[in-house]
C-alpha cells in the first residue's frame, strides 16, 4: 500500500478541506505512519482524483510530485492566469491600474503584453467578465496579493481544464493541493 514520496508531499500538502471531520491531531499522526498514510488515502478515495489514485497511487504520485513541486507549481500556475487574463490587461490604459499591475506581476506583466504567447482574442462577454475581476483585483487596498490570487486562482481552473484531457493526474494534482473554487472556468486555447 501507499508509502511513497507523493503520497507523504500530498498528505503534508494537501488542502485541508479534502480531510474535513478528520481531528487535527489524528491527522497529524497520520501523515507519520504507514497505517495512518493508508487510512488517510482511504479517505482522499473520496475526491474526485481518480488519476492519482488508480490503479495504485505510488508510481503516479511519484512521478507527480517529482515533477510539481509546489513552489514550481505556484510560479506555473500565476503565469497561466495571467496569460489567460492578458486581453483585460493589455486593454487596462490607466495609469495607476497599469502602474500596479506592474508592481504585482513584475516580470509577468511582459508575459500579458507577449502577442506570441497568445494572441489574447476572446468573446467581448469574456473580456468584459474578465476586465470587470481585474479592476475589482486592482483597485483594493492590497492590489498586489489581490491579483496574485486572482490570477494563482484562474491559473488553477485553466490547468484543471487543460488536464483533464491532456494529463488527468497532473489536473487532479492541482486539484487536491489547492482550494475548490467551481465558479472559475478556464478559456485558454
Keep these: 500500500m501507499p508509502g511513497g514520496q507523493g503520497l507523504g508531499t500530498l498528505l503534508r500538502e494537501i488542502d485541508p478541506h479534502w480531510l474535513q471531520g478528520i481531528d487535527p491531531a489524528l491527522l497529524a499522526a497520520g501523515r507519520e505512519t504507514r497505517l495512518g498514510r493508508q487510512v488517510l488515502l482511504r479517505c482522499l478515495v473520496q475526491a474526485p482524483a481518480r488519476a492519482l489514485f488508480a490503479p495504485a ?10 515533477a510539481w513541486p509546489r513552489e514550481r507549481l505556484d510560479s506555473f500556475l ?23 499591475l506592474k508592481a504585482a506581476l513584475d516580470k509577468r506583466y511582459l508575459l500579458a503584453l507577449d502577442r506570441q504567447m497568445w494572441d489574447g482574442q476572446v468573446p467581448p462577454g469574456l473580456l468584459a467578465r474578465l476586465q470587470e475581476r481585474l479592476a475589482a483585483a486592482v483597485s ?3 492590489a498586489p496579493a489581490m491579483l496574485r490570487a486572482l490570477f494563482a486562482r484562474h491559473g488553477r481552473a485553466e490547468l484543471r481544464q487543460w488536464g483533464a484531457t491532456h494529463e488527468p493526474a497532473l489536473a ?15 478559456h485558454l486555447p
Excluded: K, Q, S
Excluded at 57 to 66: N, Y
Design 57 to 66: 497511487p505510488e508510481p503516479v504520485l511519484d512521478r507527480i510530485a517529482a
Design 78 to 100: 500565476l503565469n497561466l492566469g495571467v496569460l489567460a487574463f492578458a486581453p483585460a490587461i493589455r486593454a487596462e490604459i490607466g495609469r495607476e491600474p497599469v502602474r500596479r
Design 140 to 142: 483594493d487596498p492590497d
Design 172 to 186: 487532479d494534482w492541482t486539484l487536491l493541493l489547492y482550494p475548490a473554487d467551481p465558479g472559475t472556468r478556464g
